[in-house]
């Protein structure tokens, strides 16, 4: 074998392997987004009933809650970027790190210091690269995140917000996450969790014609704001947790999918031209035959004469 | 036929039980409640405890609730939890093993978590 189709063989070798591997990927990846997908409309009535109570008590009550009450001069907001642990999924998590990267310029051009908080070892990377200051960052469950990772998250974001801004607490708290729209559509979100803007709830219970009732409150309305904002902003967390997995899956698919197809075009064009080099050895090798039985006639002729 | 009301009993991950009802008992922190159809709109932090839901064809639904709210208006009841189980799906042995297991360790929320969700079964 010549040593030109030797290298393409071996090519062809390598890329087919690297093939298999994207295509188990895949389908790997493809399978978990219905099981993520599945996580998140489990996790919706949990979400919706408690953004419901939530409404009922900023709304129907007129108690002043650290929580739900915008700070005059807001100085210090946080930002959760909610990030992949594994590389090999397109552009997924640059795209919700750009958008992180917008939303703090937007807030230091309010005059506004952002504290940094990060989930999943892509965003750790990229700001440890640029030596950036991170408060905190969460590691090793986005693929398939569980309530207790969104506990262990919210509680020292809770905990910044209840501390004055003098004290390095916080007036505002913003979430960077990939929204799952559709299969083929995901995108970088960002979003203000605390302080709430009722402005929304309120809006979305007259579409409905529902008016809220006056609530009686069980032990008292503050009690009530204190028990269960917390458990909101866990909520919210979870959600964004899930959304972002099954969009980290999304996107993964679809980039092995490509990977997948590209190394079939490889594949292709590399035995076309293993087969022209083939051909071409095979011809020579005629040509050399031919010409060496042509050159021995005509040696032999010689001397027959 | 006796009012209803409509319950939905649902966990941070998934929505556990719903279903009319005619009497719901849950348990705040101020103390007992028991919600009939036409309460008042009420909004309560549950203590964790077994609610009993008393369902419109007889019956008795007992599910351990692990902290959470209970939320009534519109006749419509919802009690968010955290970690919410019925009755029937507890597994008396391993919740007696696990409590076992944090008394020794002295891990005072597996122990009431474990605690729980005995009192549920036994209600039951």
Not at chain 1, 244 to 272: F, P, Q, V, Y
Not at chain 2, 69 to 97: G, P, Y
């Amino acid at each position: 074998m010549g040593a030109q189709l030797r290298v393409y063989k071996r090519r062809i070798q390598a890329v087919t392997a690297t093939k298999k591997i994207t295509k188990a990927m895949e389908m790997i990846a493809a399978s978990r987004i219905v099981k993520a997908q599945r996580k998140v409309a489990a996790s919706m009535p949990y979400a919706t009933e408690l953004t419901r109570a939530v409404t009922a008590v900023a709304t129907g009550s007129n108690t002043k809650h650290p929580l739900t009450t915008e700070a005059e001069a807001p100085a210090r907001a946080a930002v959760l970027l909610l990030t992949s642990d594994r590389g090999l999924a397109g552009g997924y998590s640059s795209n919700a790190i750009k958008t992180a990267e917008r939303l703090r310029e937007r807030l230091a051009a309010e005059g506004k210091e952002v504290d940094t908080y990060i989930v999943g070892r892509k965003g750790v990377a990229y700001y440890g690269f640029r030596e950036r200051k991170v408060s905190e960052s969460w590691t090793g469950f986005t693929d398939s995140p569980e309530y207790s990772d969104a506990k262990k998250i919210a509680e020292p974001l809770i905990a910044s917000i209840q501390k004055d801004t003098a004290e390095g607490g916080v007036d505002e708290l913003h979430i960077v996450f990939t929204e799952f729209v559709s299969m083929m559509t995901q995108n970088a979100v960002d979003g203000r969790m605390l302080p709430l803007s009722l402005d929304k709830g309120e809006e979305e219970s007259t579409e409905k014609g529902e008016i809220l009732p006056l609530f009686e409150f069980e032990p008292s309305a503050e009690d009530v704001l204190d028990a269960l904002l917390p458990r909101y902003v866990e909520s919210r967390i979870y959600n964004a947790l899930l959304q972002a997995a099954a969009s980290e899956h999304a996107a993964r698919r679809r980039a092995m999918k490509s990977a997948t197809d590209n190394a079939g075009d490889l594949i292709k064009s590399l035995s076309r031209l293993a087969n022209a080099a083939r051909q071409a050895e095979i011809t020579q090798e005629i040509s050399e035959i031919v010409g060496g039985a042509g050159a021995l006639a005509d040696a032999s002729a010689g001397s027959d004469k | 036929m006796a009012a209803e009301l409509h319950v939905e009993l649902v966990a941070a991950d998934r929505s556990v039980w719903s279903g009319e009802a005619t009497l719901v008992v849950a348990r705040t922190t101020s103390g007992d409640i028991g919600v009939m159809p036409g309460h008042q709109p009420l909004l309560g932090v549950l203590e964790s405890g077994p609610v009993t839901i008393r369902t419109s064809d007889g019956g008795t639904v007992v599910a351990a609730v692990h902290g959470g709210f209970i939320s009534f208006a519109d006749n419509k009841l919802s009690l968010l939890a955290e970690i919410a189980e019925l009755a029937d799906e507890i597994d008396v042995q391993r919740a007696e093993r696990a409590l076992e297991r944090a008394k020794s360790d002295t891990d005072a929320g597996a122990e009431r978590r474990a605690d729980v969700r005995l009192r549920a079964v036994a209600a039951h």
